[in-house]
């Protein structure tokens, strides 16, 4: 993708990623806390190899983020984006892990927050964060 902006430099591209590569602590992310691999069955119902695919977006994040091109990354607050209620309320981070109360956000919330950064660009070469 960075490749293929180089061709297209005014062009942005708008991407959403996983929760994984969000800080827990200074320096610690999410999917390298003990256990993360192994609580992706119980939390997301998905098999543990699927830590390939959250430390792939992980990886990919840092592309963006050494590259020069016109890039925003969306990082849902929590694993699990499901359908549910467009209500408008959410909460806006950066990348830290939002403390949600175990809730998920919907799709049609995490939709929202990505067409309004498609609208008003606010984290143009930047990572931000949506949850409850």
Do not use: K
Not at 42 to 56: D, I, K, N, Q, S
Not at 113 to 119: F, I, M, T, V
């Amino acid at each position: 993708m960075v490749t293929a902006l180089a061709r297209h430099p005014a062009t942005r591209v708008l991407v959403v990623g996983g929760a994984g590569s969000l800080e827990v602590a200074l320096g610690r992310q999410l999917v390298d806390e003990p256990g993360f691999a192994d609580n992706l069955i119980t939390g997301l119902g998905v098999p543990r190899e699927h830590y390939r695919v959250v430390a792939a977006l992980r990886d990919a994040l840092n592309v963006y983020r050494t590259s020069d091109r016109l890039w925003t990354y969306l990082s849902p607050c929590s694993g699990r984006v499901d359908p549910g209620e467009r209500t408008g309320r959410f909460r806006i981070g950066g990348d830290q892990l939002l403390d949600t109360g175990g809730r998920d956000i919907s799709a049609e919330n995490l939709a929202m927050a990505l067409l309004d950064e498609a609208h008003l660009p606010q984290y143009i070469q930047r990572r931000f964060t949506v949850g409850y």
